[in-house]
C-alpha cells in the first residue's frame, strides 16, 4: 500500500537525509569528517520480496555517491557497507517469514540460504565491524562514495 510506501520511506531513507544534512555541513566547515551507511546487499542483488527496502536503500545509494562527489576536496568522505546475510535478528525475521510461506522447519530455510552463500556460513556482526571502523578512520581518505558488500561472495555480478 502507499501507507507501506511511506513508512518505509521514513524507516529507510527520511532519517538518513536528515542527519546527512545536519552533520555533513559541520565536517566541511572543519574539514574533516566521515559516515558510513550500512544498508543491504540488495542494493547490489535484489533480494525477493524486498521491493520497499531495495528500492529505498538504493535511494540512498544515490544519495551517498552524489554528496560524496560534491564534497571529495573536503576532507569528508560518505561510504556504504552492504551486509549480505549476517547472524542477527534481521535475517531471523527474514527465516520465520519464509517459514510462514513455505511450510518449511526454521532449521530448513536457515540450512538452504547458508547453502547459496559461498563461505557455507552466515556473517557475524564482527565480520564487518573491523571495515567500518577503517572506512571511518583518517586510513580511508582516499575512499569515498563506495558501495562495500560484505556477504560471503554472494553478490553473484562483477562490480559486487
Known amino acids: 500500500s502507499l501507507e507501506d510506501w511511506d513508512n518505509a520511506y521514513q524507516l529507510i ?13 559541520k565536517m566541511v566547515q ?17 533480494v525477493e520480496n524486498l521491493v520497499l527496502s531495495t528500492s ?6 544515490g544519495m551517498v555517491k552524489t554528496l560524496s562527489q560534491e564534497i571529495a576536496k573536503s576532507g569528508v568522505t560518505l561510504n556504504i557497507l552492504a551486509p549480505g546475510s549476517h547472524n542477527t535478528p534481521a535475517i ?3 527465516y520465520h517469514k519464509k517459514v510462514d510461506q513455505t ?14 552463500i559461498p563461505t557455507g556460513a552466515l556473517g557475524e556482526a564482527a565480520d564487518f565491524a573491523g ?8 586510513m580511508s581518505r582516499f575512499v569515498t562514495g563506495q558501495t562495500i558488500t ?8 562483477i562490480f559486487g
Open 150 to 157: 560484505v556477504d560471503g561472495g554472494s553478490v553473484k555480478g
Open 30 to 46: 572543519q574539514g574533516y569528517g566521515r559516515m558510513v551507511f550500512i544498508e543491504s546487499v540488495s542494493v547490489k542483488q535484489p
Open 103 to 116: 511450510g518449511l522447519s526454521f532449521e530448513e530455510v536457515k540450512a538452504s540460504a547458508i547453502q547459496q
Open 13 to 25: 531513507l527520511r532519517w538518513k537525509v536528515a542527519i546527512t544534512k545536519a552533520f555533513v555541513p
Open 56 to 61: 529505498l536503500r538504493v535511494a540512498v545509494v
Open 131 to 138: 571495515l567500518a571502523l577503517w572506512l571511518l578512520s583518517p
Open 92 to 94: 531471523n525475521r527474514l
